[in-house]
């Protein structure tokens, strides 16, 4: 009798471990459906926040645990870098070369993987940590249902990062962007624009700004933009603004002042309605890219525009 009743509780608590591992799961793939559909339906109504390169403040940039640390805030989507070792295997670092974010040196492109497997990155102090550099499709693998992901300098690569999508079920979880006129974006991706979100990066400070936002609106109708400008003496930034609400989100990145009119992470650490707050309330800004993601989701959460 007691053998038998240490099984049925065992029976129990495997239950009971794989009924809270399915709900985790699917509240995990819920919350990416959730960020998606507010993505394709270009909802105004609360903010998006983007990691870039995870978040990389407390572990190394375009690591797993910085994805995972990502995911534990609460951030909506991680940028991510991919470079190719020399012998054809997608692996996530921003630079060219292996020196500042890992412990080896050379170019990425003349290492093997083999080689890179016995790295380690460094943290943004440039120290040493315990964490592998990862490959593309450990990243997506590891992502896969929890947040959503933009890759960048992957289009150098397009085709082999499109199969791996496909291969890992990720598709529905990757945007693209690029700084490509609207024309050459159309011959590059042809098809996969069927498949995969792309959003166009537009120089507010370019003189055929306003006109190649208009072609992009025409020609592929983006669920966002991506916007540029120095300062604000631009006039096209709170233009833009006016000229894609309630069509495309409007995204900007606040890791410099040159890339947001002077309204970044920096501002916004002494004046949050300054910076974050004048990109949401004077702009538009449905989406922000951000070095300090705690700090960003902390005042938008305060300000009821983020879950």
Known sequence: MKLLNILLIGFLLVGCQLGNKRETNQKAQNTVEAIREKLTNRVSSSVIVVAHRGDWRNFPENSLAAIDNAIKMGVDIVEIDVQRTKDSVLILMHDKTLERTTTGKGIVSETSYEK?????????????????????????????????????????????????MEKTGVTDQIIMKGTKEVEKVKAFYGDYLNKVIYMPVINLDKPNAREQILLFKEALDPVAFELLYKNDSNVLAKEAGLLLKGQSLIWYNTLWDTMAGGHDDDMSLEDLNGGYGYLIDSLGAGIIQTDRPQMLLDYLRDRKLHR
């Open 116 to 164: 890179i497997q016995s790295l380690k990155l460094k943290n943004g102090c440039g120290i040493r940590t315990k964490h592998p550099v990862p490959t593309l499709e450990e990243a997506f693998m590891h992502a896969k249902g929890k947040i959503m992901l933009n890759l960048d300098k992957a289009d150098r690569y397009f085709d082999q990062v499109f199969d791996l």
